[in-house]
C-alpha cells in the first residue's frame, strides 16, 4: 500500500511539531513538508504531488479556509484550528476532517482513517503512541521522549534529567514531575530520585542501578518501592 504524501501548513512551530510526530508514528504517511503559510504551500503544491494537507485556519496574511477555496489539486484536506466556530464553513469546503486543537493522537487516527477510507484503503487499527513531554531548557522547549528518560534529580526547584547521553535541566519541582509521570513506568525511590523502573538493571533492598549510577532508596519511599520490585521479579 502507498504512503500518502503529507503537507503541514502551520505557523505554530510547536502545533507543527505535534503533526509531524504523529505523521512519523504512521507508516502509511510520509512528510513532504512544512509550510509556515499558504504561499509557501502553493509553491509546494506546484512542486510536489501532496495526497493529504493538515492545513491551519489561522494563518497570516491569507486565512486558511480562503486558501481552501483557491486549491485545485486533487489532495484531501484535514482543517486544524483552537476554534470551533469555524466547523460548519469548512465541511461546506468538503474537507476530510475538522480537528481542534490540542489534537491528541486517537482523533488524529480517527482523522487519518477517514482519509483512508475516502481512498478505498483500509483503516489503521492499531498504533502505538510513544509518549513524550516538551520541557524548557535554556529558553527552548525540548521534546523528551518518555522511554528515553534513565532517572530525574531533584535540585530544590529544577530537576535533571537524565536520558541517553544527555542531561537536561528544567524548571520543576520534583513532585509535580512525579505527579507528569504517574501512570507509566517511573517511580520515586528518594525525596530526590525518580526512576524508570525498565532502565534497572540491578536492584536491593537499599538501591537501584541504572546506567551505571547507583541511586539509595529513601526509607519513606521503601515499602511502596518492595511492592514493585515484587512485580518485577514476578513478571
Known amino acids: 500500500?502507498?504512503?500518502?504524501?503529507c503537507l503541514i501548513v502551520e505557523d505554530e512551530p510547536l502545533a507543527a511539531d505535534i503533526i509531524c510526530d504523529y505523521i512519523a508514528q504512521v507508516p502509511l504517511l510520509e512528510l513532504k513538508g512544512v509550510c509556515e503559510n499558504v504561499f509557501?504551500?502553493?509553491?509546494?503544491?506546484?512542486?510536489e504531488k501532496i495526497d493529504l494537507i493538515f492545513l491551519d485556519i489561522n494563518?497570516?496574511?491569507l486565512s486558511g479556509i480562503d486558501f481552501l477555496k483557491t486549491i485545485r489539486h486533487n489532495c484531501q484536506v484535514i482543517l486544524t484550528t483552537a476554534y470551533h466556530q469555524y466547523a460548519l464553513e469548512s465541511y461546506d469546503l468538503d474537507v476530510t476532517d475538522y480537528l481542534l486543537k490540542p489534537i491528541e493522537f486517537p482523533r488524529f487516527l480517527q482523522a487519518v482513517n477517514k482519509v483512508l477510507e475516502r481512498k478505498g484503503q483500509a483503516g489503521i487499527s492499531e498504533v502505538v503512541e510513544k509518549k513524550y513531554f516538551f520541557f524548557n531548557v535554556d529558553k527552548k522547549k525540548i521534546k523528551v521522549f518518555a522511554e528515553d528518560i534513565f532517572y530525574i534529580e531533584a535540585m530544590k526547584d529544577y530537576v535533571r534529567i537524565h536520558t541517553s547521553g544527555k542531561k537536561l535541566v528544567t524548571k520543576f519541582a520534583i513532585s509535580e514531575m512525579e505527579e507528569l509521570l504517574k501512570g507509566g513506568f517511573f517511580l520515586r525511590i528518594h525525596k530526590s530520585f525518580i526512576v524508570n523502573t525498565s532502565k534497572i538493571n540491578?536492584?536491593?533492598a537499599s538501591e537501584v542501578e541504572l546506567e551505571g549510577v547507583s541511586l539509595k532508596i529513601g526509607r519513606?519511599?521503601?515499602k511502596e518501592v518492595e511492592e514493585v520490585f515484587k512485580r518485577l521479579k514476578s513478571s
Open 220 to 222: 519513606t519511599f521503601r
Open 40 to 47: 509557501e504551500a502553493m509553491e509546494k503544491l506546484r512542486d
Open 1 to 5: 500500500m502507498q504512503a500518502l504524501n
Open 202 to 204: 540491578v536492584f536491593s
Open 59 to 61: 494563518l497570516p496574511k
